[in-house]
Every structure is written in structure tokens, then in C-alpha cells.
């Protein structure tokens, strides 16, 4: 049998990255989950804004564990090619 309850994990899970040319990825692996540091309200965490002029350790790639400036997926995939049929990094057919 089937559950269409979500669970707390599930309602935690941020929504997944549609492929686009004009997503940020991680230069190393392509990845589009990159992160980075931002002014979030603490008791609430209602977003409050970004830093302009992040450093390269700013931003960070779970997949990889990496510290690195991101790429457009489009600069990611002249680079180093795209994956499958419809790429998963730059969206390409």
C-alpha cells in the first residue's frame, strides 16, 4: 500500500533544478546544487538577502566538496561537452 503523506525529510528537500544554460553549476563537476552564503533570519528562516561579490569560498558544491567560483551551464558544457541525450547540465537536446 501506498502513503501519500509527505514526511518531514520530504517537505525539507528543496525542489530539484530543471537543466538551463543560464544555471550557475560547480566548475568542476557540473553539478547545479551549488551553494552559497546568504542573510537568513535565524528564528524563521525567512531569506533576507544575498552578498553581491562573493568570494570563491563562498560558494560551495556538495557533490564535489569543493570551494569555487560557479560557471553558466553553458560555459560548463563548451567545456567539457554535454551529458545524455537531453544534457542534465545545460538542458541541450
Known amino acids: 500500500m501506498t502513503s501519500d503523506r509527505t514526511t518531514s525529510e520530504d517537505s525539507e528537500r528543496p525542489p530539484a533544478i530543471e537543466p538551463s544554460p543560464d544555471n550557475l553549476v560547480c566548475a568542476k563537476c557540473g553539478s ?20 553581491d561579490g562573493l568570494q570563491a569560498d563562498d560558494y560551495w558544491c556538495p557533490d564535489c566538496e569543493i570551494h569555487d567560483d560557479p560557471v553558466t551551464a553553458e560555459e560548463y558544457c563548451a567545456a567539457h561537452g554535454h551529458r545524455e541525450a537531453r544534457c542534465t547540465v545545460c538542458g541541450a537536446s
Open 32 to 51: 547545479a546544487l551549488i551553494e552559497c552564503i546568504d542573510w537568513v533570519r535565524v528564528n524563521d528562516n525567512c531569506f533576507i538577502g544575498g552578498i
